[in-house]
C-alpha cells in the first residue's frame, strides 16, 4: 500500500496547540493519506490526527494497522476505552525529541526531598492561599482528603445529587450509582488527555510524585491538578439534570470544559513548571550524545579509540 512519508517532529503542531480528544465507537477506524477516517452505515467523516491529543477508541470499533501508524506518525495517543474506564494499550511517539523532562522526571522521583517538593507545589497548585512548607507526606495527604472531601460536599450541595462517597467499581460499571458512573467516565477522559500530553512531552506516565506503583502514576499526579474545576462538577451537573447518555453527555461536557479552561496549555505548563524546566529550552533538537560521569556528556558520532585510558 502506497503510504506518504512520516511527517517530522519538527513539522507537527506542538502538544499544547492541539485540540483534546475524539471519542468514536461503532465504526471502522481507518485512513486516507494525512486524515484519520471513522466509517460507519451513515457515512465517512475525515479527521487531521495530528490536530488531536488522543484518540478514544470505545466499543464496537475496529481500527485498522494504517490508521495506527497514522497516530503514531502523528504523536497522537491512541486510547481504548470502555464502560468499565480507561485501558491503555498504545500510544504515539512523543512530540520531544530531547529527553531533558524525562531527566528531570527521573531524578526527581529519585530523590527523597526533591520529590516532597514537587508534593508540596503540587498541591499549592490545586489549593491556593496555604502554607506548605515543612509539611510531610501524611500531612499533605491529611489536607488534600479534607479539601476534596468537601469539593463534593460542595458539588452535592450546589446541584442537590446526594453525595456518600466516591464508589468505583472497575469490574461493574452499571453497579454504582449515576454519579459515581459520570465520575468515572469523566475522570476517565481526563486521564486519557493528560496521559496524551505526557507522553507528547516525552515523559514518563509510571514516574508519578504522589501516585507510585502503577504505570500511570504521573497521569494520575497532573488528571489531580484539575478535576475540582472540571470532571467533579460536571458529573454532579449531569446527574443532576437527568442526561439519558451519561457517560456520553459526560465526556462531551469533559472536551468541552478542557477547551474552554485551556486544560492542554496549564497541564504542559505546570509540568514544565513541576520539573524546573523553561518552557523556552528547545526539546526538540535531535542529539544524541553519550553519558559521561565527570562531564555528564560528551558528542556522539565520534571515535574516543585515542583517550587517555581506553586501552
Known amino acids: 500500500m502506497a503510504r506518504m512519508p512520516p511527517v517530522p517532529v519538527t513539522a507537527l503542531p506542538r502538544v499544547e496547540d492541539r485540540m483534546s480528544f475524539l471519542y468514536l465507537e461503532h465504526c471502522v477506524v481507518h485512513r486516507e493519506d494525512g486524515a484519520l477516517t471513522a466509517r460507519n452505515d451513515q457515512g465517512t467523516v475525515r479527521v487531521p490526527a495530528a490536530s488531536l491529543v488522543a484518540v478514544f477508541l470505545g466499543p464496537g470499533t475496529s481500527v485498522s494497522h494504517q490508521a495506527i501508524c497514522l497516530l503514531g506518525e502523528c504523536g497522537t495517543t491512541a486510547v481504548w476505552v470502555g464502560e468499565r474506564g480507561v485501558r491503555y494499550y498504545a500510544h504515539g511517539r512523543s512530540l520531544a525529541t530531547s529527553t531533558r523532562l524525562l531527566v528531570e522526571q527521573a531524578a526527581r522521583v529519585s530523590s527523597p526531598q526533591k520529590r516532597l517538593g514537587v508534593a508540596r507545589e503540587m498541591y ?97 499526579d497532573v488528571a489531580d491538578l484539575y478535576k475540582a474545576d472540571t470532571t467533579i462538577p460536571i458529573a454532579f451537573d449531569v446527574v443532576a439534570e437527568g442526561m439519558a447518555d451519561l457517560a456520553g453527555t459526560t465526556r462531551r461536557r469533559v472536551r468541552d470544559r478542557v477547551f474552554d479552561l485551556r486544560v492542554i496549555e496549564r497541564s504542559v505548563k505546570d509540568i514544565h513548571q513541576l520539573l524546573k524546566v523553561d518552557e523556552s529550552d528547545d526539546l526538540s533538537v535531535n542529539v544524541v550524545s553519550l553519558w559521561d560521569y565527570q562531564r555528564r556528556a560528551v558528542a556522539g558520532g565520534a571515535n574516543y579509540a585515542e583517550e587517555a585510558g581506553a586501552w
Do not use: K
Open 124 to 220: 499549592c497548585m490545586r489549593f491556593h492561599g496555604e502554607d506548605v512548607d515543612g509539611l510531610t507526606m501524611q500531612q499533605l495527604r491529611g489536607r488534600e482528603g479534607a479539601r476534596v472531601r468537601e469539593v463534593y460536599r460542595e458539588n452535592s450541595r450546589r446541584t442537590g445529587v446526594p453525595w456518600t462517597r466516591r464508589d468505583y467499581r472497575p469490574d461493574s460499571f452499571e453497579d454504582s450509582d449515576p454519579i459515581n458512573q459520570a465520575l468515572s467516565a469523566a475522570h476517565a477522559a481526563l486521564y486519557g488527555i493528560v496521559h496524551g500530553v505526557i507522553v507528547a512531552l516525552g515523559c514518563s506516565p509510571g514516574l508519578g510524585f504522589v501516585h507510585t506503583g502503577h504505570e500511570r502514576s504521573f497521569v494520575y
